[in-house]
């Protein structure tokens, strides 16, 4: 049986450059050597202090980085091998929900252009749209009123709960969260774990 995801010895090395000629004088080893196996319907958790490379390994699954070396195996794909062009369709079953609910939301989008913004991407909107907006905003716990406001006008907690409906509006198969709760408050950030909870038992509809 083939797992949902494997990544085999996954490395990102950032170029130290100096010197009028930037000339490359070292690197920093941000993930250097990770392996993993996760497979349909498990949840994996990467704990470790600030600056170890979580985040960066996040990114280097949905391709926002580019690997170093290694592979990532997604339902049987190597992403690390594809070009953008093979990658745009995988990115339809694979999506992610940023840490900071202030900066990942832009300020000049309403929250039905936000939450919609996947739909529009992938050519999906026209089939369902504001529909389909409205029941993502329920599902994460707000009202459809609510997608006429702007991201500025909501607390830290529903930014994220705004920003998760974002991540299911495809209805992917896997969700990278980069420390969802980070920036919350301890009540909030029980909120929004039991937001989390109820998503994944009931699945994105």
Partial sequence: MT????????????????????????????????????ETGETLSLVGESGCGKSTTGRLLV???EPTAGKII????????????????????IQIMFQDPYASLSPRMTVHDIVAEPLRVQGRYAEQGTDRVRELLELVGLRPEHSRRYAHEFSGG???????????????????????????D???????????R???????R
């Fill in 3 to 38: 797992s949902l995801l494997k990544v085999e010895g996954l490395h990102k090395y950032f170029p130290i450059r100096r010197g009028v000629l930037r000339r490359q004088v070292g690197e920093i080893r941000a993930v250097d050597g990770v392996d993993l196996e996760l």
């Fill in 198 to 204: 109820d998503v994944s038992r009931t699945g994105s």
């Fill in 186 to 196: 301890v009540s909030v950030q029980a909120q929004v774990i039991n937001q989390l």
């Fill in 158 to 184: 529903q930014r994220q709960r705004i920003g998760l409906a974002r991540a299911l509006a495809l209805n992917p198969r896997l969700l990278v969260l980069d420390e969802p709760v980070s920036a919350l």
């Fill in 63 to 65: 391709r926002l980085l």
């Fill in 74 to 93: 997604f339902e049987g794909t190597d992403l690390a091998s594809l070009s953008q062009r093979e990658l745009r369709a995988r990115r339809q079953a």
